[in-house]
């Protein structure tokens, strides 16, 4: 990794650069080998340093098997159900890093045979509480806008994934817009995504994106208005498309400020559903800021809903840049008409267009690469030239789609794709 992090920059020295009027060209093969960042998922971030080797076992109808992720589960024989999803023999469940899937019996009995370094638990119960059923035949019986919110780790995920897949029998196009900027089940942290679930799936992650709005930050607190704007940008694409109804997942931002945020995205979107995972003096303080009666229901956090410290959430996100990256391409662009967008430059007497500006940018920093009102992908900067007056970016953008402009945002990477302090 020493010496993929030597060649972000060209020309070294200081990264400064002056901006010519030049082309756009993509370069190929990557800046460094990401198959080296990617493939350590499962060593680094497995928990402790349990076997690998194929466990098998029974369940029970009744029953319910808690897998955490990292792990992959192969069902033998029998039928079963996660999240709403149907599972027969021969499928197999893969948990992500951070995440928990319950598998329940649909049949008697369910053998199955699990390779995990996560961790697995037979609990006597069904992990979907029976809120969630009742609420989820009411909001389908609506149909519409649903928005789903409740604080961190609260089980707002899984509710959406267990809506969707009950729905989804019934009015046959569902769609999903993944509101959660810092732990977003389908795009890359710092956006937020749309897409139109068609068949079941025991998690969203599982879905293709259809739309994605960058918003540059993986806290919505920084950038409230743009989390509004892209959600109903999102929710209105969707139903462009068709969706007979559309559910809104949301970040677990409740304090200082993020109950009012709360309340101006519902009042946006106007749903013909809210469903609550708030306490019931947050779910007050949330109507009384809200305009005219709303169609509110309560769920419960499920007794066996998974809780993620800081650092386990800083590593799912890290997992996610490293899986959006992994099909990436480098991009070389020589900006003559690419109007940058908040990046991050010093200069040098009055202030001046950006395209004849000597500036310094950040490299890891992300950032949108845009058409119009496009969001096209997202990009991380590689490194600049400022004798040839390009600038290096790793990004996916499919073939034939140039940006017209670049939008820088907070968060910085490393090589290996984590997080870093950023000085601005």
């Known amino acids: 990794m020493e010496a993929a992090a030597k060649c972000w920059y060209e020309g070294g020295g200081q990264p400064l650069f002056q901006v010519r009027c030049i082309k756009q060209e993509r370069i190929k093969p990557f800046p460094f080998d990401l198959r080296n960042s990617i493939l350590f998922g499962l060593a680094s971030y497995g928990q402790g340093k349990a076997s690998l080797e194929p466990r098998k076992g029974t369940l029970l109808f009744g029953e319910t098997l808690l897998i955490d992720g990292p792990a992959s589960v192969l069902v033998l024989s029998g039928k ?36 995990a370094s996560g961790k697995l638990e037979i609990i006597k119960c069904d992990a979907i509480p029976p809120s969630w059923k009742k609420a989820a035949e009411s909001t389908i019986g609506a149909g519409g806008r649903a928005i789903v919110l409740g604080r961190v780790d609260a089980g707002k995920t899984g509710f959406c994934t267990y809506l969707a897949n009950r729905a989804l029998p019934k009015l046959r196009n569902v769609g999903y817009v993944d509101g959660d900027v810092g732990q977003p089940e389908i795009g890359p942290p710092t956006t937020i995504t749309a897409a139109i679930m068609e068949r079941q799936h025991y998690a969203l992650s599982k879905l293709r994106a259809t739309s994605m709005h960058f918003v540059g930050n993986t806290s919505p607190s920084y950038c409230q208005d743009r989390v509004i704007d892209s959600v109903e940008k999102c929710a209105v694409s969707l139903e462009t498309k068709g969706a007979k109804m559309v559910i809104v997942n949301t970040d677990g931002w409740v304090d200082e400020g993020g109950l009012l945020h709360k309340a101006k995205l519902v009042c946006r979107l106007k749903p013909n559903t809210v469903l609550s995972f708030l ?42 840049y490293r899986a959006y990256f992994r099909q990436a391409d480098r991009m070389r662009i020589e900006l003559s008409r690419i109007e940058l967008v908040n990046a991050p430059f010093r200069t040098w007497g009055a202030p001046t267009a950006c395209h004849s500006t000597w500036f310094r ?39 034939g789609q140039e940006p017209d402009r670049i939008e820088f945002g907070s968060i910085r990477l490393d090589s290996a794709f984590r997080e870093v302090a950023h000085p601005f």
Not at 281 to 292: I, R, W, Y
Not at 364 to 373: F, N, S, T, V, Y
Request: charged content about 30%; hydrophobic content about 35%.
């Open 279 to 320: 306490s019931k003096e947050e779910n007050a303080a949330l109507c009384s800021m809200l305009e005219g009666p709303t169609n509110l229901l309560i769920l419960e956090r499920p007794e066996h809903a998974r809780s993620r410290n800081q650092e386990e959430r800083r590593k799912s996100r890290e997992s996610a």
């Open 80 to 115: 079963g159900s996660a999240f709403g999803a149907n599972i027969a023999a021969g499928d197999r469940v893969l948990a992500r890093i951070g995440k928990r899937i319950p598998l329940t019996p649909t049949s008697r009995r369910l053998e199955f045979e699990a390779k």
């Open 361 to 399: 940018l950040e490299r890891g920093l992300l950032a949108g690469l845009m058409r119009r009102e496009s969001t096209l992908g997202l990009g991380m900067l590689l490194g600049i030239d400022r004798r040839r007056g390009t600038i290096d970016l790793l990004c996916r953008v499919e073939s």
